[in-house]
């Protein structure tokens, strides 16, 4: 059972918008921590989307966005394409653990 | 531009110690603004954080594993190691290592990752 949650799966069609949600607790999303989004596509290293909360490294497209509030922080995906099919993984830390955590993870499908 | 890359045994039998290093290119170890940390995946599961290292020697274990975890830093090899000890069957996924950046070290994502390596526990 992850510290954060996420839906098991997400699908859209190319070119729709879909959201991913990862819901915490007030010790870990609630509180000041940041939310951080990775993108693993099958057999490869997790990879850093959004870090921060909102901000996209060098070479993220703009079709990724995040945000948070309160207990819950989102990742948006924009002009969805069959590339992105992935499994996304949010990450916070956690005080009552004294660690990082991660989200159960996301599959996302491209119909 | 920074890699790194695991290695170690892909096979260890339950009870013993897995040892594995992450050797660092394209950037330093000792470098003050990063923390050195590793992660696990189990088959078909999710992303488990399993302890991070400071340059100076400083560790931050997940409490689930502190009793079978050290980690360690070499800065003259540049490299930084995991070792964990009493290995089970529950052990056994890719171990990815990551440099971590932030602000502040709660806030730290991990950035870039290793490749991964897959370590078996079976005898």
């Known amino acids: 059972q992850s510290v954060l949650t996420q839906p098991p799966s997400v699908s859209g069609a190319p070119g729709q918008r879909v959201t991913i949600s990862c819901t915490g607790s007030?010790?870990?999303?609630?509180?000041?921590?940041?939310v951080h989004w990775y993108r693993q596509l099958p057999g490869t290293a997790p990879k850093l989307l959004i870090y921060?909360?909102?901000n996209r490294p060098s070479g993220v497209p703009a079709r990724f966005s995040g945000s948070k509030s309160g207990a819950t922080a989102s990742l948006t995906i924009t002009g969805l394409q069959a590339e992105d099919e992935a499994d996304y993984y949010c990450?916070?830390?956690?005080?009552?653990?004294?660690?990082?955590?991660f989200g159960g993870g996301t599959k996302l499908t491209v119909l | 531009q920074l890699q790194l890359q695991e290695s170690g045994p892909g096979l260890v039998k339950p009870s013993e110690t897995l040892s594995l290093t992450c050797n660092v290119s394209?950037?330093?170890?000792?470098?003050?603004?990063?923390?050195w940390g590793w992660v696990r995946q189990a088959p078909g599961k999710g992303l488990e954080w399993i302890g991070t290292?400071?340059?100076?020697?400083?560790?931050y274990d997940n409490p689930s594993l502190k009793s079978r975890l050290a980690i360690s830093v070499d800065a003259s090899k540049n490299q930084f190691s995991l070792k964990l000890t009493s290995v089970t069957a529950a052990d056994t996924a890719v171990y990815y290592c990551?440099?971590?950046?932030?602000?502040?070290?709660?806030?730290?994502?991990?950035?870039?990752w290793g490749q991964g390596t897959l370590v078996i526990v079976s005898s």
């Open positions: 290292i400071y340059y100076s020697g400083a560790t």
């Open positions: 394209g950037g330093s170890t000792r470098n003050r603004s990063y923390y």
């Open positions: 990450q916070s830390y956690d005080s009552s653990l004294s660690g990082w955590v």
């Open positions: 007030g010790s870990n999303i609630g509180t000041h921590y940041d």
């Open positions: 921060g909360n909102t």
């Open positions: 990551a440099r971590q950046a932030g602000s502040l070290l709660e806030w730290n994502w991990f950035d870039p």
